[in-house]
């Protein structure tokens, strides 16, 4: 956004001094906005521009001012969304979503993180997916194992139970065991999924802009379930002839 295409979208004030002024006005008003991520204003005093941040998009549903302000408040004052009490839930028996809505498309494992999204508890939602694959894997890995303390959580974790030769998850890509590359694909996948929101998440280093986000996000926490659900437990041990496809070595191995 431009002090130039403000200037034009003000036709009903002469030009001059008096159009130049309510832009410069516009401006220090929209500067103040959550949806703004920085500004530019030349020395030579040619004009100004705003950038538009990603934030933007929680506006694309107001229709009136009313619904600009109360997205508008809820990025300026996150906390008082994501600090919300919540309701406790026993346990996933417990959650009741609507047949009919998108919600109970999401994998059953999910029903307490889709419950607090319903609630209106968009962070919390969020992480409770993750944590939700997280208890299901470390179930899965103590049950045949006792990996050592720094791979009982988080992305230590996936990567100890996803490991392409050494993990407890044998993972049937296409109807058969896949390569080591493509388990190590598998591997990345959750890992990265750890890494980059579940402790995010947890340590509130990160909070989804808008509803749309989260969504995205259970969606993604959805889909790493179904892999689960594909999965074979207990992996074969290292060299076992039923290992088929593994490629000994090479570079799609991992140290």
């Given at each position: 956004?431009?002090?130039?295409l403000?200037?034009?979208?003000?036709?009903?004030?002469?030009?001059?001094?008096?159009?130049?002024?309510?832009?410069?006005?516009?401006?220090?008003?929209?500067?103040?906005?959550?949806?703004?991520?920085?500004?530019?204003?030349?020395?030579?005093?040619?004009?100004?521009?705003?950038?538009?941040?990603?934030?933007?998009?929680?506006?694309?549903?107001?229709?009136?001012?009313?619904?600009?302000?109360k997205?508008?408040?809820?990025?300026?004052?996150?906390?008082?969304?994501?600090?919300?009490?919540?309701?406790?839930?026993?346990?996933?028996s417990?959650?009741?979503?609507?047949?009919?809505?998108?919600?109970?498309?999401?994998?059953?494992?999910?029903?307490?993180?889709?419950?607090?999204?319903?609630?209106?508890?968009?962070?919390?939602?969020?992480?409770?997916?993750?944590?939700?694959?997280?208890?299901?894997?470390?179930?899965?890995?103590?049950?045949?194992?006792?990996?050592?303390?720094?791979?009982?959580?988080?992305?230590?974790?996936?990567?100890?139970a996803?490991?392409?030769?050494?993990?407890v998850?044998?993972?049937?890509l296409?109807?058969?065991?896949?390569?080591?590359?493509?388990?190590?694909?598998?591997?990345?996948?959750?890992?990265?999924?750890?890494?980059?929101?579940?402790?995010?998440?947890?340590?509130?280093?990160?909070?989804?802009?808008n509803?749309?986000?989260?969504?995205?996000?259970?969606?993604?926490?959805?889909?790493?379930?179904?892999?689960?659900?594909?999965?074979?437990?207990?992996?074969?041990?290292?060299?076992?002839?039923?290992?088929?496809?593994?490629?000994k070595?090479?570079?799609?191995?991992?140290?």
């Amino acid at each position: 956004m431009t002090r130039r295409l403000i200037l034009d979208r003000l036709p009903g004030l002469p030009l001059g001094t008096a159009r130049e002024t309510v832009a410069d006005q516009l401006f220090e008003i929209a500067n103040c906005e959550p949806w703004v991520s920085g500004w530019s204003r030349p020395n030579d005093g040619s004009g100004w521009s705003l950038s538009v941040g990603r934030s933007i998009r929680g506006f694309a549903s107001a229709k009136n001012l009313q619904d600009y302000w109360k997205t508008r408040s809820a990025l300026l004052n996150p906390e008082a969304v994501t600090s919300s009490p919540i309701k406790e839930i026993s346990s996933i028996s417990d959650v009741q979503v609507e047949h009919d809505s998108a919600l109970y498309q999401l994998h059953p494992g999910l029903r307490t993180a889709a419950k607090l999204f319903k609630d209106r508890y968009p962070a919390q939602a969020a992480l409770g997916a993750f944590q939700a694959i997280e208890s299901r894997v470390k179930k899965d890995v103590l049950a045949h194992r006792s990996p050592p303390e720094k791979s009982r959580y988080g992305a230590g974790l996936m990567s100890y139970a996803m490991h392409p030769q050494e993990g407890v998850y044998t993972f049937n890509l296409a109807g058969s065991v896949g390569s080591v590359s493509e388990r190590q694909g598998v591997m990345w996948m959750f890992m990265g999924a750890f890494a980059a929101f579940r402790n995010s998440l947890a340590h509130e280093s990160y909070q989804p802009i808008n509803q749309d986000e989260v969504w995205e996000l259970l969606v993604l926490a959805s889909m790493l379930m179904r892999r689960l659900d594909e999965a074979a437990l207990p992996r074969p041990p290292a060299g076992d002839p039923e290992d088929h496809g593994v490629e000994k070595g090479g570079a799609g191995s991992v140290g």
